[in-house]
C-alpha cells in the first residue's frame, strides 16, 4: 500500500534550546504561570511569549497555537505555542491532540523536522510512557494527509516528517521511549486504516478489499488472512452478506483474520472483532437521497478499523487469540438487488424480512456474529457505520456503545477514555428487540421510528448467543467534513485506537 506520509518518530536527549529544528512545540495552559522552560525560551526570546498572552493572541485554550520567529535566538527556527486548556482538565488525550496539532501544523507550513517539548508542561502529572504512546499517536493523526489522486505538482507538500520527542534529561527520554513503539505503531494502523477507507468505490470493491486486507497483513507474524467467496457464504448459508451484494456486479466476500501468538496467556479469552465493510452504500432499492452520497464510501470503515487493529495487535505480539471478522458487500440497486418485502435466511438459520435495503449493515453483520459464536469466540465486538438515528442522538462527538455485559461495557470505557475515542453507553434491551419481531419471519430488519440506534443493536444480539458482546455504532465519527486544527478531511479511521487499548488492557490481565 502507497505510504501517503512518512513519519519518522525518535526521542532524543538535548537540551530545548539547542534542538535544531524546523519548528519546536511546546505546551502552555490556561490560567498559569510559564512553567520553567516557557519561561525561559520566554527570556531568550525578548519576551515574546509573555506579550502574545498578554495582547491575547494567544490564549492557551486548547486547540490554540501561536508561532513565533526565532531569529536564531535558539536552536529552532521557529517556536510554537500550542494550548493545552485548564490544568486540572489535563488528559492524555490533551497531550495526543496537542501533538496532533504540532504534526499537522509542521505539514502545512513543509517542515522538515518537528521537536515536541509537549510533555514538559505536564509536570509530573501523567505518566511519561503512557504519554509517549499518545504523543506518538497524534503525530501520526495530525501528519496525516490523503491525496493520493492529485497528480498536480504546484503546491505539494514534502514526503516526509523526522519527529523527535526530546528532553535534555536521559532517563525521562528512557521513560518516554518505553511508550513510543506501541504509538508508532497504533498510529501508523490507524494512519493506514484512513487511506484504506478514504479510497472511493471504483478503487475499492469486496474484491478489491480483500486483496488489500491480504496484502495490508502480508508477512505480519501470527497473522492468516482467508477469503470467503460467493460459493463459500452460499456454503455457509451466510444469506445476509449475499443478499445485500446481490444487487452489484462486484460480489459479495467474508474476510476472515485470525491472530495466533506463539504463546497465547492462560486464561484470557478468545476475541472476535467483527467489521461493517459496505463498500459503496447507496441503499439499494431503498436508495438515499443524492446529496452527500459521495460520503458512502465510507461505510467500509468499521470493517477496516477491524483489518488495522489486528495488525496493531500482531506487531505488539498480544499474548491474545483474535479473530477479525469482515463481511464486505456493495449496496447498489439493479435487477438482482435484493428487495423489500424480501424473506432471507441468515447463517444461524434465524429468517430475516427485508423492510428497507438501506438497513443493510445489519444484514451482514448478523451472518459474521454468527460465525464468531460457532467459532467459539468468548468475547465479540462489532464496529459499524450502522444507523444515522446513532448521529441523531449523540452528534459527531461520541459513538454509541451497547453490549450485553456491564463488565465489558466497563472496559469499552476505560479504553475510549484511554485513546480519546469517545463512547457513551445507550440500551439495547429486550424493548427494543419487540420492535424487531416480523409477523412473517422471525425478525425485520427496522423497527419503529424512534430509538434506531437502540433498535439495530438489539437485532445484532439476537445472533450472538450467550457470548459477552458489545456493538460500537460509528456513524458520525468515521470522517470529518473539514479540516480540523488536529487533522486532515475525510476518514478519521476512529476504531483503531480504542479496540487497541481494549486489547492491550485485556492482555495486561494475562495471569
Known sequence: MKEIINVELKTRTVDFTKAETDLLAVGVFTGAKLDKLCAELNSRLDGQIEQLIKLGDF????????TIYTNNKIAAKRLLLI??????????????KAAAQAANKAVGIKAKTLALALHKAFGAGLD???MAQAVAEGVYYGSYRYDEYITAKEDVRLDSLAVELIDPDSAKTKKLDKGLEAGIIIGKAQSSARTISNRPGNVINPPALAETAKNF???????????????????????????????????PRLIVIKYTPKKAAKGLPTVALVGKAITFDSGGISIKPSANMEEMKLDKSGGIAVMATLKAAAQMKLPLNIYGLIPSAENLPSGSSYRPGDIVT?????????????AEGRMVLCDALHYAVKQNCDVIIDVATLTGACMVALGKYMAGLMGNDDKLIKQLQKAAEQSGEKVWHMPSSDEYADEMKSKIADLKNVGSR??????????LRQ??????WAHLDIAGMDMFEKPTEFTAEGSSGYGVRILTAWLMNLAATKS
Open 128 to 130: 511519561l510512557s503512557q
Open 346 to 358: 441468515t447463517c444461524s438459520g434465524k429468517t430475516v424480512e427485508v423492510q428497507n435495503t438501506d
Open 83 to 96: 494550548g493545552l486548556g485548564e490544568p486540572k482538565k489535563a488528559t492524555l488525550d490533551t497531550a495526543r
Open 217 to 251: 497483513l502480508k508477512n505480519t507474524p501470527g497473522i492468516t488472512c482467508t477469503v470467503f467467496d460467493q460459493k463459500q457464504l452460499a456454503a455457509n448459508g451466510m444469506g445476509g452478506i449475499l443478499a445485500v451484494g446481490s444487487g452489484s456486479v462486484n460480489p
Open 59 to 66: 490564549t492557551a485554550k486548547t486547540g490554540t497555537s501561536a
Open 450 to 459: 424512534w430509538g434506531g440506534a437502540c433498535t439495530a443493536a438489539a437485532f
Open 463 to 468: 445472533f450472538i448467543g450467550d457470548k459477552k
